[in-house]
């Protein structure tokens, strides 16, 4: 079985300042991690994903995760927020059947001006 | 960049009506799924259909429920006499395969509320 515990319901972050929204999961084999993104009125938007090649990776709009195993965490960040991040982000875990994705509860983020 | 597409984004019904939710899945890809999210809740998989049949489902989709590709394009939700409980925003999403670090591309979603 995997899961996705995702530790921040709500992120509040001044504009121009790092964003970090944290992500652990469980599995019982090696996964496949992604992070989507959803805006107002919007569906759900791949950001990034992980499967096993380089640890850190590098997604649009300036996102990028890092898979440790060790810490069995995929957190999420970035250098400078933006107002136009505002929006609710989705941890994700996923094994061999893609039927077996898994999201996490969600992480509101707030960007202040 | 082609995208999932779903309509209606929004329908309002009475309970017990019936609701058909109708998705249109990127061009070139072979699964679809239907996923849901109750408001304040996880999002959760409904089922997913691969060469005009259901490949799985979760213990959600009971007999209420039914999809149906019912040309090259559409791939649609059926939600038989619908219960307030059903009311949730329901995502239709689409992959090219299954497997290790497949994405799944998820459309707008369609907001069900059942009065």
């Known amino acids: 079985a995997q899961s996705v515990t995702q530790l921040d319901s709500h992120v509040s972050v001044s504009e121009g300042t790092p964003v970090l929204l944290r992500c652990n999961y469980s599995?019982?084999?090696?996964?496949?991690l992604f992070w989507y993104v959803q805006h107002p009125n919007k569906g759900l938007q791949l950001l990034l994903k992980?499967?096993?090649?380089?640890?850190l990776v590098k997604g649009i709009n300036g996102f990028e995760a890092e898979f440790k195993k060790s810490e069995t965490s995929f957190h999420l960040t970035k250098p400078s927020a933006h107002m136009s991040d505002a929006a609710e982000y989705f941890c994700?875990?996923?094994?061999?059947?893609?039927?077996?994705?898994?999201f996490g509860a969600g992480t509101r983020l707030t960007v202040k001006p | 960049e082609p995208e999932v597409t779903q309509t209606p984004s929004h329908q309002v019904t009475q309970m017990g009506q019936e609701v058909i939710l109708r998705c249109v899945p990127i061009s070139n890809h072979l699964y679809f799924y239907w996923y849901r999210q109750i408001l304040g809740q996880k999002v959760e998989f409904l089922v997913s259909?691969?060469?005009?049949?259901?490949?799985?489902k979760s213990e959600i989709f009971d007999d209420q429920f039914s999809v149906e590709r019912p040309d090259g394009s559409n791939f649609t939700l059926k939600i038989r006499s619908t219960k307030l409980e059903d009311s949730a925003m329901y995502f239709c999403?689409?992959?090219?395969?299954?497997?290790?670090?497949?994405?799944?591309?998820f459309g707008e979603g369609s907001w069900l509320t059942v009065v």
């Open positions: 259909f691969y060469n005009n049949e259901i490949s799985e």
């Open positions: 599995s019982s084999y090696s996964p496949s």
């Open positions: 992980y499967t096993s090649a380089a640890t």
């Open positions: 999403a689409s992959s090219e395969a299954r497997g290790l670090g497949n994405t799944i591309y």
């Open positions: 994700v875990v996923s094994g061999y059947n893609n039927n077996d994705m898994r």
